[in-house]
Nanobody
Framework: QVQFVESGGGLVQTGESLRLSCVAS????????IGWYRQAPGKQRELVAR????????NYADSVAGRFTISRDNAKNTVYLQMINLKPEDTAVYYC?????????WGQGTQVTVSS
């Protein structure tokens, strides 16, 4: 199935850090801008970070700007999300997909839980 496989989530305390990874099931997926999305319980899925195909341009939701950094390694078919200074409101399932609204099947995501 054509999708991304996410990993790296976990349970952390407020202020700690995590690095998420998503690997493309096909290298051709990397010929696209890629976004990290998250969905918290009872809320809609939202795009939190986006990176251009070549990696030279990144964009962030206001809620994560300055704390999250998106990057990509096209040779490894992998996109990363470095998260620092995590807050309880960052608790969600995190996914990769093609922006703006997800152009391929959603993967299982990776759960991030931030305790206060």
């Amino acid at each position: 199935q054509v999708q991304f496989v996410e990993s790296g989530g976990g349970l952390v305390q407020t202020g700690e850090s995590l690095r998420l990874s998503c690997v493309a099931s096909r290298s051709t997926l990397m010929f696209n801008p890629i976004g990290w999305y998250r969905q918290a319980p009872g809320k809609q899925r939202e795009l939190v970070a986006r990176i251009s195909t070549g990696g030279g341009t990144t964009n962030y939701a206001d809620s994560v700007a300055g704390r999250f950094t998106i990057s990509r390694d096209n040779a490894k078919n992998t996109v990363y999300l470095q998260m620092i200074n995590l807050k309880p409101e960052d608790t969600a399932v995190y996914y990769c997909n093609i922006p703006p609204s997800g152009g391929i099947s959603w993967g299982q995501g990776t759960q991030v839980t931030v305790s206060s």
